[in-house]
Nanobody, 124 residues
Framework: QVQLVESGGGLVQAGGSLRLSCAASGRTFSRYDMGWFRQTPGKVREFVAAISWGGGTLYYADSVKGRFTISRDNAKNTVHLQMNSLKPEDTAVYYC?????????????????WGQGTQVTISS
């Protein structure tokens, strides 16, 4: 299996930027398609972005398209989420997730491994 640890969350003003990172350990990182999700209290975990095992396929939620960029470095076992032009509605706990190489997915229950989450708070 793979262990995931997110970092990079924090408090920023609207319009600002943050870069989230997810460090993976365990089995070969390149075996996994990766995703970022976010969740606020009382709501279902929401898809944000996904990247295929080789990095050739990217997919974004409409709400973040053009503002967020997902990337990965298989040599360093990391995946990143660059978040620009942040809005108060982006406030959430952000989770990194991995699924065995079977194509990217937008549903949270398609992912096999999860990190502990990192809090992102955007002030207006």
């Amino acid at each position: 299996q793979v262990q995931l640890v997110e970092s990079g969350g924090g408090l920023v003003q609207a319009g600002g930027s943050l870069r989230l990172s997810c460090a993976a350990s365990g089995r070969t990182f390149s075996r996994y398609d990766m995703g970022w999700f976010r969740q606020t209290p009382g709501k279902v975990r929401e898809f944000v972005a996904a990247i295929s095992w080789g990095g050739g396929t990217l997919y974004y939620a409409d709400s973040v398209k053009g503002r967020f960029t997902i990337s990965r470095d298989n040599a360093k076992n990391t995946v990143h989420l660059q978040m620009n032009s942040l809005k108060p509605e982006d406030t959430a706990v952000y989770y990194c997730a991995a699924r065995n190489r079977d194509g990217i997915a937008t549903m949270w229950d398609k992912y096999d491994y999860w990190g502990q989450g990192t809090q992102v708070t955007i002030s207006s």
